[in-house]
Structures are given as structure tokens and as C-alpha cells.
């Protein structure tokens, strides 16, 4: 069983500072990477793709990729209570496999 | 643009009741669709999946069903529904065929409860 696993949390960051949520995935062979944001009561919203090792940036995100050590990691920089949320990391087991394998998510608050 | 469309955004049904959820995606061709459910503070759990019309792929043995009468239309569908069957459902699109991979695109969600 491919498996994606995420830290629950909560996680507790004050506002202002970087937010750090990570996810490690067991199909060595994975090639793509994504995080997605979910409202309580809404639907997930992508808001980070990786598909190569390194890092991606994206406004205040940034995406981290290592395939050797199996993680990808999301960094929220300045974060903003609307930050709060909960973030799910979903894996691509291969290329011509578009079924998504997703993690339980880790519920993220930002305090004022 | 594309946009998914999926209703009702919330439904209560008795147990033992069908069940029809439906999602349309406008502004693409030939997507692929999936179903998944979300049970109440638990992760996405794929329950269909699509990569054309009238080709279903069922992960999760269980009273539902879904059909693909159209490129662009998904249903969920069940002839008796259980109390194990309440949660929140979501459709998704992807780019199908050979086109570039961005992840999927999800509708807004049905929050079934069943009594």
C-alpha cells in the first residue's frame, strides 16, 4: 500500500512567522508532489506543485522536494491567521498514473 | 477557463434511500474525473475514477456506483444508502490523455448525511 503520511498537528504558529509542514511518501518511484489547502467545510484548493528535487517558490510558499530521503515539505513565510487551514500533501505515484494518493492532512493555526 | 461544477452542496437522506450526485466540468475536453469521500476528520478516499466516457474504475468495493454518460458529466450514484455512507463527496478533474499533469482541480463538494 502506497502510503503519504502527514503530522495531524495541530500546529500552533503566531502570526508573522514561518509555518513549516511536512509530508514523507513511501513509493520511491513517486515523480510528482502537491499540496493542497482545505477551509473547514470547503473543498482543497492546490496551491503548490514539485516535481524536481529542490525548492519552489511561490509568493509566500515555498515547496521542498528531497526524493532521496522521501519528503516534501511546504514553508508558509509571514503567515496570516487566514493561513489557517488544513494542508494535505498528495503524491503521484507515476508518470500515466494520474490517481492521486493523499495524506490525512496537518490542520494548521495561525494565533494573532 | 475550466470550472467543475458539482451540486446539491448539502443533502440529508434517509437510510435505505438512493443517492444521485452529479458533476460537470466546463472549458476542457476528454478530462479525467474521480470521485472521492472525505468522512468527518479523516483523509480523501478515491472511490471512482474515469478516463472516458463509459470507462469507470472502481477502488472501493461498496453500494455505490458512478456512470459517465457524457465527456463531461459524472455521477455518483446508490440504489439503498447506509449510515456509513455520510460524508463529504468530491469531484475532481485532471488533464487527460497525454496532456501535462497539474493535479487535479476539485468542485466545491456534497455534504451527505445520512439518518
Known amino acids: 500500500q502506497k502510503e503519504v503520511e502527514q503530522n495531524s498537528g495541530p500546529l500552533s504558529v503566531p502570526e508573522g512567522a514561518i509555518a513549516s509542514l511536512n509530508c514523507t511518501y513511501s513509493?520511491?518511484?513517486?515523480?510528482?508532489f502537491f499540496w493542497y489547502r482545505q477551509y473547514s467545510g470547503k473543498s482543497p484548493e492546490l496551491i503548490m506543485s514539485i516535481y524536481s528535487n529542490g525548492d519552489k517558490e511561490d509568493g509566500r510558499f515555498t515547496a521542498q522536494l528531497n526524493k532521496a530521503s522521501q519528503y516534501v515539505s511546504l514553508l508558509i513565510r509571514d503567515s496570516q491567521p487566514s493561513d489557517s487551514a488544513t494542508y494535505l500533501c498528495?503524491?503521484?505515484?507515476?508518470?500515466?498514473?494520474?490517481?492521486?494518493?493523499f495524506g490525512t492532512g496537518t490542520r494548521l493555526t495561525i494565533i494573532p | 477557463s475550466q470550472t467543475i461544477h458539482q451540486w446539491p452542496a448539502t443533502l440529508v437522506q434517509p437510510v435505505g434511500s438512493p443517492l444521485s450526485l452529479e458533476c460537470t466540468v466546463e472549458g476542457t475536453s476528454n478530462p479525467n474525473l474521480y470521485w472521492y469521500r472525505q468522512a468527518a476528520g479523516r483523509g480523501l478516499q478515491l472511490l471512482f475514477y474515469s478516463v472516458g466516457i463509459g470507462q469507470i474504475s472502481s477502488e472501493v468495493p461498496q453500494n455505490l456506483s458512478a456512470s459517465r454518460p457524457q465527456d463531461r458529466q459524472f455521477i455518483l450514484s446508490s440504489k439503498k444508502l447506509l449510515l456509513s455512507d455520510s460524508g463529504f463527496y468530491l469531484c475532481a478533474w485532471s488533464v487527460g490523455g497525454t496532456g501535462f499533469f497539474y493535479g487535479y482541480t476539485f468542485g466545491s463538494g456534497t455534504r451527505l448525511t445520512v439518518v
Open positions: 513509493d520511491r518511484g513517486s515523480q510528482s
Open positions: 498528495a503524491v503521484r505515484p507515476n508518470f500515466g498514473n494520474e490517481k492521486l494518493t
